[in-house]
């Protein structure tokens, strides 16, 4: 039996950061109740699928802000129509001021075994700017909460490259992190997104990004930082303490199936990439006339499936398998691509070992440029 994830989609905001473009809204939830009525019904609209559930990952918005009960309730659901695997990670998103010990101890009572914490800067001016709604001090109750009751696998999310951001910023907050003991911790580079509102901010000149060079200088910080901590680098954003790597994103980058379930999500399964519909209000719609709800559904072709299973593999420290990529596209890598991963490899760019050619340390920086041409 196939072994999938499952992506569940709750696009509740208390209030909208300013860098943010994902599908999540502020000031709607009183339409939670009639989208979580939804959702229910779109997870009972698989329930013939013959397969296993080893992750499964609650993102948003933020589904810390869901009415008590939904959480648990989803899972339930999920549980009722698929044969969730006694060892399956359940990862939950947390934003720290809206975490509560009864909404902690609903989770790890469902089952839920991870929990991914929104803290993106420990700097106060910096959190005010990204429109953030928690203190540093939040943050430190909330890991100390989710950890009291016995969630111990913990992810912390942290932004680079933040308009008047500076290298010590960036150290305090991984110390802060590091000292509180969590097992995972993300590391993202601040991508601007059009018409958000940093990216007007930035536009009109209130407020100005660091340039290229100082963000790998802070990149360059977090790596070493982290890794002196006992954390390892296992994809180019991530970094984790041994056996604490995120389950579900990992199959995600090596293209394992998984469904997206809530107003937005998406999914990958039987080679076919689907999108649902973005809005609540759609959403709710379409699932009220047991339609449904996918906007777009696209058949990868053996080219696309083959230029992600790069472009994803070569994140991550594992890199691609040689023989692998000879077995399911018909690519014998090493000879096709041979004058350009010798070239890469003097550089000291790529490695190969044990049958996989991955990136180094020192090929991160180049990496979009290492992944293209090893696709064309």
Known sequence: ??????????????????????????????????????????????????????????????????????????ISEI?????????????????????????????????????????QSANANTLKLLGRTHTRQDYIQAIKDVQSAGIHNVNTDCLIGLPRQKLSDVRRMLGLVTKLDCSHISVYSLILEEDTPLFHMVNSRQVKLPKEEKVLGMYNFANKFLNEKGFV???????????FECK??????????????????????????????????????????SQKPIKETEKLTKTQMYEEFVMLGLRTKFGINIKHIQEIFGIDILKKYAEKITYFKKLGFVDIENGNLFVTDEGMPVLNKIILELVT
Request: charged letters at 20%.
């Open 79 to 119: 549980r009722k129509n698929f044969k969730v695997l006694e060892s399956a990670e359940i990862t939950i998103e947390a934003n720290p001021n809206s975490i509560t010990k009864t909404k902690i101890q609903e989770w790890k009572e469902c089952g839920v075994n991870r929990v991914s914490i929104g803290l």
């Open 1 to 74: 039996m196939d072994k999938i994830g499952i992506y569940v989609h709750f696009p509740f905001c208390v209030k909208k950061c300013n860098y943010c473009n994902f599908n999540s809204y502020a000031n709607k939830n009183d339409m939670q109740l009639k989208y979580f009525q939804a959702l229910l019904s779109e997870i009972a609209m698989y329930k013939n699928e013959k397969v296993e559930v080893d992750t499964i990952f609650i993102g948003g918005g933020t589904p810390s802000v869901m009415f008590d009960g939904a959480v648990s309730t989803v």
């Open 248 to 289: 579900h994103n990992l199959n995600t980058w090596k293209m394992h199936s998984y469904l997206g379930f809530g107003a937005g999500a998406h999914g990958f399964f039987n080679n076919k990439r689907y999108s649902n519909v973005e809005t609540i209000e759609d959403y709710i719609r379409i699932i009220n006339i």
């Open 233 to 243: 680098r296992y994809e180019v954003s991530n970094f984790s303490k041994d056996g």
